[in-house]
Structure formats: structure tokens, C-alpha cells
């Protein structure tokens, strides 16, 4: 497996759309007015649709197998008031940690930490999300935690 | 008409200790997955496609664990306001299946002067109908100190 830690991903761009807000807003049952009309803003979560706009090359590799993989925790920091439709920002992503702890069951769990930063037009951060993925435990005696998706 | 018009933003910081008022969202159901995954652009059939989780080992669909956390920032922002978020974090702790009700709780853990406003810490959770914490999560709001 390639040193992760060290390979280097692709920017790119994520338009802020507000039909995408609007879509997503009825997603999250909001009626809230903040992410309607044109100046609308992103809701707290919205940013895990980038991964979308990524070309190959622009995603960080956890590495986990898919039948081991589990989500387990998500982070979203916005540094201002959230990004608006209209606005481009540009997505970078890297691995923010790599950790290992030892599982119920006496197996190693791997923990990778993917961070993505988002620039506005400026070049200034204006957000990031971090998002935990745990490679469980090899033999499964029960239902797993987390988000399985 | 701005957004800041429109929006409902609280106009004073909440004191510590304060918890803002519960909210239960569901029975949930395989249609809100859908909506879900088209609107995140997310097609993993474990959140549509019975025979593909049971084939998994699942017993049915499952929600994503990112439409709960989606329906857990609607509380928090309903509450502390959309503009005002700066930090949204959460663990995932238990699967969300069709027909669960998911019920927001949230409570104000700590505050902090800044010169824009005051920082509002706050502590999320969403359970369900059983008793068993779906999600656990923190976040933080930058409140605009009131004119």
C-alpha cells in the first residue's frame, strides 16, 4: 500500500449551487429561510456533496477495505459565516491522521482521519471537514457501531 | 431583502446550561433515503435496495448516517442559527432503520466573550425511539452580540 501520508491529491473546484442547497435542504426537512433564494447560504453539512465535483486523483485514500469500512465520526468548521450560492471554492484533500487502537475484541482497529480544506476565491480558508473512517475488527460476532454506509 | 432578514437568528446568546426544546423527526422512511442520496449525490443501494442489504447481512435498508446528522444540524441551526455555525461534529453511534423516530436534544455547555459575539458551545444528541443514542455530536455558534 503506498504511503498515503505522503501522496498529494488533485485540487478542486465546488461550485456552490443554490439548486443544490435548495435539493439538499429539503433532504435535512428544513424550512429554514437561511438556505433559500439566491443568497442562500450551505447548510452545516452540505460540504460532503464535494466529493462529487472530484476528478480522479482528487480524493485522499483511506485505505480500509470496503467490507471493514465504517464512518465514524464527521467534523464540519467553517472559519466565517458559511459559504453562499455562487460562491466557488476550491477543495484540497489530505490525510489529517492515522491511528490504531486496540478493538473489543482483542483485533486492531485502524482509524484514518481524511481531512478536506475548502479556499474561497481569495485563496482564504473558509472551511473544513474532517471525516473519521474506522477499519473494524476482521471477525464480526455482532452488529457493528457507526454508520455502515 | 437579505438573508440576514430572513433568517431566524436568536438575537441574544443563550447561558450555559440552557436546552433548547426537543424535536423528533420521523417514523423515517426508505423515501427520505432516497431523497437523501440524491441530494448528497451518494447512490449506495444499502439505503434503497432491500435484497442488496439483505444479501450485506443487514435485516432491511438502513438511513445514511449523514441524513441523521443532516436532520441533527436542522435542529441545531432551527435553534442557534444558520450564519452563526461554526463547528458541527458528530459520532456515529447506532444505525437509524425505517420506521425509527429520531428525537434532537441539545444543551449549552459553554460560553465565551469574543469582540464579535459571543461563542456558544453546545452538546447534540439524536435517539431513538428504543432509547439508543443514534448520534452524539458538539458544535459551536458564533452569536452577534444584540444591538
Same mark, same amino acid.
Given at each position: 500500500m503506498?504511503?498515503?501520508?505522503?501522496?498529494?491529491?488533485?485540487? *478542486?473546484?465546488?461550485?456552490?449551487?443554490?439548486?443544490?442547497?435548495?435539493?439538499?435542504?429539503?433532504?435535512?426537512?428544513?424550512?429554514?429561510?437561511a *438556505?433559500?433564494?439566491?443568497?442562500?447560504?450551505?447548510?452545516?453539512?452540505?460540504?460532503?456533496?464535494?466529493?462529487?465535483?472530484?476528478p480522479?486523483?482528487?480524493?485522499?485514500a483511506?485505505?480500509?477495505?470496503?467490507?471493514?469500512?465504517?464512518h $465514524?465520526?464527521?467534523?464540519?468548521? *467553517?472559519?466565517?459565516?458559511?459559504?453562499?450560492? %455562487?460562491?466557488?471554492?476550491?477543495? #484540497?484533500?489530505h490525510?489529517?491522521?492515522?491511528y490504531?487502537?486496540?478493538?473489543?475484541?482483542?483485533?486492531?482497529?485502524?482509524f484514518?482521519?481524511?481531512?478536506?480544506?475548502?479556499?474561497?476565491?481569495? %485563496?482564504?480558508?473558509?472551511?473544513?471537514?474532517?471525516?473519521?473512517?474506522?477499519?473494524?475488527?476482521? #471477525?464480526?460476532g455482532?452488529?457493528?457501531? $457507526?454508520?455502515a454506509? | 431583502?437579505?438573508?440576514?432578514?430572513?433568517s431566524?437568528? +436568536?438575537?441574544i446568546?443563550?447561558?450555559?446550561?440552557?436546552?433548547?426544546?426537543?424535536?423528533? !423527526? /420521523? +417514523?423515517?422512511t426508505?423515501?427520505?433515503?432516497?431523497?437523501?442520496?440524491?441530494?448528497?449525490?451518494? @447512490? &449506495? +443501494?444499502?439505503?434503497?435496495?432491500?435484497? !442488496?442489504?439483505?444479501?450485506?447481512?443487514y435485516p432491511?435498508?438502513?438511513?445514511?448516517?449523514?441524513?441523521?446528522?443532516?436532520?441533527?444540524?436542522? !435542529?441545531?441551526?432551527?435553534? @442557534? /442559527?444558520p &450564519? &452563526?455555525?461554526?463547528? !458541527?461534529?458528530?459520532?456515529?453511534?447506532?444505525?437509524?432503520? +425505517?420506521?425509527?423516530e429520531?428525537?434532537?436534544s441539545?444543551?449549552?455547555t459553554?460560553?465565551?466573550?469574543?469582540?464579535?459575539?459571543?461563542?456558544?458551545?453546545?452538546?447534540?444528541?439524536m435517539?431513538?425511539?428504543t432509547?439508543?443514542?443514534?448520534?452524539?455530536?458538539e458544535?459551536?455558534?458564533?452569536?452577534?452580540?444584540?444591538?
Open positions: 503506498p504511503d498515503a501520508q505522503s501522496s498529494e491529491t488533485i485540487a *478542486y473546484e465546488l461550485p456552490i449551487e443554490r439548486g443544490a442547497i435548495r435539493t439538499f435542504r429539503g433532504a435535512m426537512q428544513s424550512s429554514n429561510p *438556505y433559500e433564494g439566491v443568497e442562500a447560504i450551505i447548510p452545516p453539512t452540505f460540504l460532503i456533496t464535494a466529493w462529487r465535483w472530484a480522479e486523483g482528487g480524493r485522499a483511506h485505505g480500509i477495505p470496503r467490507s471493514l469500512l465504517l $465514524g465520526e464527521q467534523e464540519f468548521i *467553517y472559519h466565517q459565516a458559511p459559504p453562499r450560492a %455562487g460562491q466557488v471554492l476550491t477543495a #484540497k484533500e490525510i489529517h491522521d492515522r490504531e487502537k486496540v478493538g473489543k475484541r482483542g483485533g486492531v482497529m485502524q484514518v482521519v481524511i481531512s478536506t480544506e475548502f479556499s474561497d476565491e481569495e %485563496g482564504v480558508l473558509v472551511a473544513e471537514m474532517r471525516s473519521t473512517f474506522i477499519g473494524r475488527e476482521p #471477525k464480526i455482532r452488529e457493528p457501531k $457507526g454508520d454506509s | 431583502m437579505n438573508v440576514e432578514d430572513k431566524v437568528e +436568536p438575537a446568546a443563550p447561558v450555559l446550561g440552557t436546552r433548547a426544546e426537543t424535536r423528533t !423527526f /420521523g +417514523p423515517m426508505p423515501e427520505m433515503f432516497v431523497v437523501y442520496s440524491g441530494a448528497a449525490g451518494d @447512490l &449506495n +443501494p444499502m439505503h434503497y435496495d432491500r435484497d !442488496f442489504a439483505q444479501r450485506a447481512g432491511s435498508i438502513f438511513a445514511q448516517g449523514m441524513l441523521s446528522a443532516a436532520l441533527l444540524s436542522t !435542529f441545531a441551526t432551527d435553534w @442557534l /442559527g &450564519n &452563526n455555525i461554526r463547528r !458541527f461534529h458528530v459520532r456515529f453511534r447506532d444505525i437509524v432503520w +425505517p420506521g425509527d429520531l428525537t434532537c441539545g444543551e449549552v459553554k460560553t465565551q466573550r469574543h469582540a464579535d459575539g459571543t461563542l456558544v458551545s453546545i452538546s447534540l444528541s435517539m431513538r425511539q432509547g439508543d443514542t443514534a448520534l452524539q455530536g458544535a459551536d455558534f458564533l452569536v452577534p452580540q444584540a444591538y
